[in-house]
Every structure is written in C-alpha cells, then in structure tokens.
C-alpha cells in the first residue's frame, strides 16, 4: 500500500521554508526520500531508520517518527536547485525494497 | 563511471507485440528493480531480484515478465497480456538501502 505523501505541489521563493510529509498506515522500518526533476532518474536524498532518527544534508533534512509512521522532510532556505518532484519510500518489512508514495510537486521561484 | 543503464531511451510498441527493455548495471549491487511511472502515480514496483536466477513480483507484475541469469543485467519484457503498456519504465539496483536509478525507458504503444 502506497503512503500518502502531503501536500500534493507547494510553490516557494527563493529562501522560504517547505515541509513534505509523508505517512504509512504500516508500521514501517525505514523511509526513503528521493527528488526527482523532469525527465530524470530519481535521486537519493537520504534513508532513516526505525528508531526515530533525523538526519541532515545541507539545508535539506528529515524526520521519522516510528510511532506515528510518519516522515517529514525539511526544505529549508529554498534554492531554485529544489525544484522537483519529491517521492518518499517506505519499507515495512525490512527488505530495503520501498514502496513509493505518489509524490509532491515542488516549485522554487526566484 | 559506475552506474545503471537503460536502453533504449525511447520505444514504441504496436499493439500485441512484446517489447525487451535492457538495464545493465556496473555497480555489483546484488538486488536490481523495475519501477513503473505513471503521472500522479508515482513509482510502482513491477518486479524487483535480489541475487542471480532468482526475482520476485512486485505490486503489478501482471503483463510483465523479467530473466536475470547474470548479477549485471535484469532486462524486462512487456507482453501483449499488458493492457496498458504506456509508461515511464526505470530500472534501480540497490546497495545498502540507497537505490541508483537508471535514466529511464518511455515506452508508447502506437
């Protein structure tokens, strides 16, 4: 079962904050988060694994929250580099294999 | 350059043919993917294989069918059984939870 990933688009300018969330109604054991641009391969921002973690790259980071099966991840000062589609994976079994929410759309202005 | 990839970057299949989609990989990463990409959708697992001469289905295997008689290759056919081949196909192989993606495969039924 897909997660379900919030809001579906956001649109920003350069240097404001975004939040993308992501849920699972399975327990999960880890979040995948990628970006994607248009007409490109998917890229890995970064896994977290059960046990409540946050972990950080650049201005990018992201939470997870075992409990809630829940993930967020943090934009923070948007670049116009952000742009993209985000997707995040999650894995309830332990396999690493993610199973993909349907992304959220993200628009940095100058 | 260590990476994925796919051929061709573009196909286009009449209706009842079945078409091979190539992934090769360079990584030596063990377990290989193949995602499925429809707009809004995000990425559908179609079958994924985590050592030689083994693969197991994914959530929409129907219509599909893959071979992986060699660790660096994992190619896909897409069968007439498939009803609605159209699609963004793209190959990822896996090491300790990151996935590499390949750059893709648009596949169109003409």
């Known amino acids: 079962q897909q997660p379900v990933q919030s809001p579906q688009a956001v649109i920003l300018r350069e240097g404001e904050d975004a939040v993308i969330n992501c849920s699972s109604s399975?327990?999960?054991?880890?979040v995948h988060w990628y970006r994607q641009k248009h007409g490109e391969a998917p890229v890995f921002l970064m896994i977290l694994l059960k046990g409540g973690e946050q972990k950080g790259h650049d201005k990018i980071s992201a939470s997870f929250n075992e409990k809630k099966q829940q993930s967020s991840l943090y934009l923070t000062a948007s670049q116009l580099s952000y742009s993209g589609t985000y997707f995040c994976?999650?894995?309830?079994?332990?396999?690493?294999?993610?199973?993909f929410g349907r992304g959220t759309s993200l628009i940095v202005h100058p | 350059d260590g990476g994925i990839t796919q051929s061709p970057k573009y196909l286009f299949r009449k209706e009842g043919q079945n078409v091979t989609l190539s992934c090769e990989q360079n990584l030596n990463h063990d377990a290989m993917y193949w995602y499925r990409q429809d707009p809004g959708q995000g990425l559908r697992l179609i079958y994924y294989s985590q050592i030689v001469n083994d693969f197991q289905k994914g959530d929409i295997a129907e219509g599909y069918s893959v071979s992986r008689e060699k660790k660096e290759s994992f190619p896909l056919t897409v069968t007439s059984a498939q009803k609605n081949p159209t699609a963004f196909y793209l190959c990822?192989?896996?090491?300790?939870?990151?996935?590499?993606f390949g750059q893709g495969t648009r596949l169109t039924v003409v």
């Open positions: 994976g999650t894995d309830a079994g332990g396999s690493y294999i993610p199973t």
């Open positions: 399975k327990a999960l054991y880890s």
């Open positions: 990822a192989s896996t090491q300790g939870g990151e996935a590499f």
